[in-house]
């Protein structure tokens, strides 16, 4: 794998330099054994923040980290995300499309146009998120 570096920073704003593939691997290491907390993870990823999900109240199928923007949210946006579909061991960045509220707007048509789906990389229909975006 290769480095991946950037600065995560704190909700108080403290700076932190970070190794992103330690945080990627961290995040699928705990991904595999069903703990869903997330305080030892960053809220913020240079200048985006960072959500991260392993389920809630059960561990998610679908496990996640997304960057967001401050106007948007996981809920209500578009976003950089990345997916691991535990059945299939297979850890996908994506662009993410909220599903629970339809956003006004989308990525635009040549991302679009010149991308697959997860459902389409996956040739079938997936546990979540099948109509993100491969990159």
Do not use: C, H
């Amino acid at each position: 794998m290769s480095e991946i570096s950037g600065t995560a920073k704190s909700e108080s704003t403290k700076s932190v330099d970070t190794n992103f593939a330690r945080i990627l691997k961290d995040f699928l290491l705990q991904a595999q054994s069903g703990d869903l907390k997330k305080a030892t993870y960053p809220k913020i990823w240079e200048d985006l923040r960072l959500r991260i999900s392993f389920g809630m109240g059960v561990p998610a199928r679908v496990p996640w980290i997304a960057f967001v923007t401050p106007e948007m949210e996981v809920s209500y946006g578009f976003y950089p995300v990345y997916l691991y579909y535990k059945t299939q061991k297979t850890l996908i960045l994506a662009y993410g499309v909220s599903e629970t509220e339809e956003y006004s707007e989308n990525w635009p048509d040549e991302i679009i146009n010149n991308s697959k789906t997860i459902e389409g990389f996956f040739d079938r229909v997936v546990a979540r998120y099948g109509d993100s975006i491969r990159l």
